[in-house]
C-alpha cells in the first residue's frame, strides 16, 4: 500500500551543511539523483530542501534536519530499497561526510570515500 513514511535516523545535533554533502555521496554511490521534490503514488508532489529519487527510490524521498534530527519521509512503495536500508545509508554517508569536514579542519584536503559491500571507507591525504 502506498503512502508517505517519516523515519528519524539515531543523529542528534545534525549539520544541514553535513547532511547536504552526505547527501551527494550517497547519490553518487547509490546511482540516485539530487532533488527538490519527491512525490507519492497518486502524483502529488511535495518540496524539500533536498531530495533522492531514481530507480532504486521511484516516487523518492526528502532527507531533511528538523529540530536538530535527521528526517527522511517519503514513499516506499515499489521502491527496490527498504527505509531501514536507507535509513543505514543515510548514517552512513552522514559519519563519512562528517569525517571529511573534521580532517578538513585539522588540514587534510584530498579525501577518497569509497563503499565496500556494506562499509563506507573515508581515505585522507
Same mark, same amino acid.
Given at each position: ?9 539515531? +543523529? ?5 551543511? +553535513? ?14 539523483? #539530487? &532533488?527538490?521534490?519527491? *512525490? ?6 511535495? /518540496?524539500?530542501? @533536498?531530495?533522492?529519487?531514481?530507480? /532504486? ?7 531533511? #534536519? ?15 530499497? &527498504? ?6 545509508? #543515510?548514517?552512513?554517508?552522514? *559519519? ?16 577518497? @570515500? ?7 571507507? #573515508?581515505?585522507?591525504?
Amino acid at each position: 500500500m502506498s503512502h508517505i513514511s517519516l523515519c528519524k535516523v539515531e +543523529i542528534k545535533n545534525a549539520s544541514e551543511n +553535513i547532511l547536504k554533502e552526505a547527501v551527494k555521496l550517497l547519490a553518487k554511490h547509490e546511482n540516485l539523483e #539530487v &532533488t527538490s521534490t519527491y *512525490t507519492d503514488y497518486y502524483g502529488n508532489v511535495y /518540496k524539500s530542501e @533536498i531530495a533522492i529519487k531514481g530507480d /532504486k527510490l521511484p516516487y523518492g524521498a526528502a532527507i531533511e #534536519v528538523q529540530n536538530g534530527r535527521i528526517v527522511i519521509k517519503g514513499d516506499f512503495y515499489r521502491a527496490k530499497i &527498504t527505509q531501514d536500508e536507507l535509513v543505514q545509508l #543515510v548514517k552512513q554517508y552522514y *559519519t563519512a561526510a562528517a569525517t571529511v569536514a573534521a580532517l578538513r579542519a585539522m588540514g587534510y584536503r584530498s579525501f577518497k @570515500i569509497q563503499k565496500a559491500k556494506e562499509k563506507i571507507y #573515508v581515505e585522507a591525504v
